[in-house]
């Protein structure tokens, strides 16, 4: 299995659980979607949006600008970025790991968030992109999602090309939160972060220090046992140690 099949699959399973955790109601009214999209993209010309495919198969939408920034024709649009693993096969290949470390570094952070909350977060992604003539563009792509009047949610993105000049510096995310302003509350760069513990990693290895079991630290962080467990799992991985003598060992 490459890259891009791996990277598509981690992607279905996120936004199967998110969309399984919200649990919209009613059915899917295409012209409100279209007409809530084209404003959006109204509002700011110089950026695509498009709709996530995963969640609705049967439908997807593109803003018509995408030709004309990445030169492929509506035909090859259509043929290729509804599918997941070939969209993502046109990330440069240097970017998908990092991407995919994104992915998953997401996927731990909303599994700790209550569902209530979903909505309220928007996703920063930079990374490289090709185009129809081979050549790759700078993007910074934000993923959030609406609700329709039918309470039917869609997961969208707003992709924006960052000039010439701008420095790509690798593959970084950036996680947002809605209220009174988008406030950015985390921020992960693969290569940066690769033997750098999270907020809630942090908080699980200090408390294995204190010598709290794993229901200890489950009740202490109002968190499952599971959840816990797949956390220390992921650390173990993550810092290629066999216990938790070694993890703290690792993370002196």
Known sequence: MDTAEILANDTVRLLTFIGNSIRPEGEIVQDNIVQALYNLHKLSPGHMVVTCP???????????????????????????????KTFFSHVHPADLPGFSDCVNFYSSFIREQPPEDFLKFRVRLHYRFQKADGSYTYLREEKAMLVTNEKVVVHYSIIHTMPPESHFS????????EGDLLKKITEYKPSDAKNRLSGREEDIVQLIRQGLTTKEIAAHLNISNNTVRNIKSRMFAKYKVNNTIELLNRTN
Not at 63 to 76: L, M, R
Not at 170 to 177: F, I, L, Q, S, T
């Open 54 to 84: 995963v969640m609705r198969r049967n439908y997807f939408y593109m803003s018509e600008n995408w030709p004309s920034v990445f030169g492929h024709e509506d035909q090859y649009v259509a043929d290729h970025f509804i599918d997941l």
């Open 170 to 177: 690798g593959v970084k995310m950036e996680v947002y939160r």
